[in-house]
């Protein structure tokens, strides 16, 4: 399997907070994604990155912003969360020749 | 833009029998990729098959086939023999060779095998 995480695996919070989900990867990939999956849409690509401080707006970027200080680390920021973002959120990397995107577990976000 | 469409959101197929899930896509593209994933209650994802669309062979993996039809833009998925362990949702997605190689996601069939 390949090395990613994601913290938190669970969050409750409130309108009009700020949160960050992290992804961690052990595979020195190049490529991260960041997704949302709702019922009756699939997953949907947020933002994604092409290296240290190199990102690029997805399909559904509008209220959430990353960032990449380093390889490993891909951070996804709702600076004032809504409840349109309740969602499950999973990151992923792509594997060097782009064959295949590997995801991590998941964080179901919840905002009330 | 690309588009996916998954006209089933449910299926179900007894044990050790057939079910093939229906995929179609929209793109303007010559080259890219198809996939399906697989996503038990676990939620993980996990690659199912991947077809390149400049093969003209279809893809196979042990019980998994696909029936790729590049003029239809049609990607269908055959599981035979069916397990219990394959009750998932199932997603097909496409990914153009470059740009990013975004994946493109369909909104998934839930397919549940009964014993």
Redesign the interface.
């Known amino acids: 399997d390949a090395g990613i995480t994601q913290s938190p695996r669970h969050k409750v919070t409130e309108t009009g907070t700020p949160v960050t989900l992290r992804c961690h990867q052990t595979e020195n990939h190049r490529y991260m994604y960041w997704y949302r999956q709702d019922p009756g849409h699939g997953l949907r690509l947020i933002h994604y990155s092409y290296g240290v401080k190199d990102t690029d707006k997805g399909e559904v970027s509008d209220g959430y912003s990353v960032s990449r200080s380093k390889t490993e680390d891909f951070l996804l920021t709702l600076e004032s969360a809504t409840s349109s973002q309740t969602s499950v959120y999973f990151c992923a990397i792509a594997s060097p020749n782009f064959y295949e995107q590997y995801f991590g577990p998941g964080t179901r976000l919840t905002v009330t | 833009a690309q588009t996916?469409t998954?006209s089933q959101p449910e299926m179900s197929v007894q044990e050790a029998e057939t079910v093939t899930l229906s995929c179609t896509y929209d793109t303007s593209e010559n080259n890219y990729?198809l996939f399906w994933y697989k996503q038990p209650p676990s939620?993980?994802?996990i690659?199912v098959i991947?077809q390149e669309a400049y093969k003209q062979q279809n893809a196979t993996e042990n019980r998994f086939s696909v029936n790729f039809q590049k003029a239809a833009k049609s990607f269908s998925l055959k599981i035979s023999d069916s397990q219990l362990g394959d009750t998932a949702m199932y997603?097909c997605?496409f990914?153009k060779h470059v740009d990013?190689?975004?994946?493109?996601?369909?909104?998934?069939t839930i397919l549940r095998v009964k014993s």
């Open positions: 996916v998954q990729y939620r993980q994802m690659l991947r997603f997605a990914m990013g190689n975004k994946l493109v996601f369909g909104a998934g």
